[in-house]
């Protein structure tokens, strides 16, 4: 089970260096309902995660079979690679040029009106069906499948993937809540980065993901 963590540490940093969701609920903690609607948005967070991941690992012929990775699993492997490298091409175009500054997306003009139901859904959305991260979690997953773990040790990998990959939400929101507004200028400075570098940080992080599935879904294979 340790060996199987360690294969899965990257892409749980992966998703939990995501500048999007961190930066969505930063905004969040500015708002007059902060203390109510940011740890529901960090409740929905966990929850998408946990289903990807669960969803995959029910997948049939994703377990080891003899004791090795499954044909299946170095299909999909190969699949959810050649998806993140596009993605990562996709991201890699959109950055902001060397004098340009980059806009948030629109959708966070409306965070000061959201009550707890659009909070718990816009952190779910954004981790259950953004297809960067879900392609991330699912890659996790089916390796977690192809391990040849207990169902026991599977459900506890996976909880340990998704405590990792949801402490950067989980960070702002408990800080928030220890400290108050004492800590709105660290936050706001570190929203303003995350924007700006959110296609550089997220198109360099599938790439190297991308490229790392491949060569696992190439040695199953072959």
Known sequence: MGDVIGEILSLAVGVAVSPVPIAAVIVMLFTPKAKTNAPVFLVGWVIGLLLVGFVVLLIPGLEASGGEPSTTSGVVKGLLGVLLLVAGWGAWRKRPGTNETAEA???MDAIDGFGIGKSFGMGFLLSA?????LLLVA???ATIAAAGLS???ETATLLVF???AASTVAVPVIGYLIVGERSDETFANAKDWLIQNNSVVMSVLLLV???SLIGDAVQILI
């Open 105 to 107: 997306p629109k959708w």
């Open 162 to 164: 998704t405590l990792i």
């Open 139 to 141: 890659a996790a997953a």
């Open 129 to 133: 069906l953004n297809p960067k991260n």
């Open 151 to 153: 169902t026991s040790e």
């Open 209 to 211: 993901f991308g490229v």
